[in-house]
Structures are given as structure tokens and as C-alpha cells.
């Protein structure tokens, strides 16, 4: 079965670091443009950054020049490295996997909680 599963969310404060990883499993991981996408209370869900098979990235405006997506294929993980967290990055964070010749098919993680707050 194909599975996506989300840990590392926690509480932090204001300016602080966070990282967030995803495990994929029950398809072929190197295959798959590799996401991540959050959704705070009352707000859509807002995509935050992808990274490709060959490591190309590309990063919401927001999120740019603090976060950074990477991928480990080996593992089938999948990670976001965050920095200087403000309030507006409180949500519930994603990873989202996409086959690359096919965008029809693509799988969802459950999600984990992050909370920036003082």
C-alpha cells in the first residue's frame, strides 16, 4: 500500500529552526516530484515548495530564503529545513508526492502540527 508519513512538527518560538521529514513508501520514490504544503485554521492549503527527481527546488515567496526543501532517495524521505519561524507559519504541514509523467496520480501524507508562538 502507498503510504506518506509526516513527523518533526512541534512548538517553537519565534525565530527558531524546525525540520520536518517525510517517509514514502509502496511506490518508486526517485520517480516522484516531492512537495510540501501547509494549511492553517480557517485558510486554504497553501503550496510551500517542491523539489524534482534531478534536486531542482522552487519555494513559495513567503517561505523563500528561509526554508529549504531536499530529498533523500535512498531513504525515500523527503525533508524541510526551516528557519526564523514567524506567528503566520502556524499550520498543519503536508508532503505531497507526484509521479513526474503523470500528474494524475499522486498521494497525500496525514500531516503534522507546527506552532510558532512565544
Known amino acids: 500500500q502507498v503510504q506518506l508519513v509526516e513527523s518533526g512538527g512541534d512548538l517553537v518560538q519565534p525565530g527558531g529552526s524546525l525540520r520536518l521529514s517525510c517517509v514514502g513508501s509502496g511506490f518508486t520514490f526517485s520517480n516522484y516530484i516531492m512537495s510540501w504544503y501547509r494549511q492553517a485554521p480557517g485558510k486554504e492549503r497553501e503550496w510551500v515548495a517542491f523539489?524534482?527527481?534531478?534536486?531542482?527546488?522552487n519555494y513559495a515567496a513567503s517561505m523563500k530564503d528561509r526554508f529549504t526543501i531536499s530529498r533523500d532517495n535512498a531513504k525515500n524521505m523527503v525533508y524541510l529545513q526551516m528557519r526564523s519561524l514567524k506567528p503566520e507559519d502556524t499550520a498543519v504541514y503536508y508532503c505531497?508526492?507526484?509521479?513526474?509523467?503523470?500528474?494524475?496520480?499522486?498521494?497525500w501524507g496525514q500531516g503534522t502540527q507546527v506552532t510558532v508562538s512565544s
Open positions: 523539489i524534482t527527481s534531478g534536486g531542482n527546488t
Open positions: 505531497k508526492a507526484r509521479d513526474g509523467r503523470n500528474y494524475r496520480t499522486e498521494y
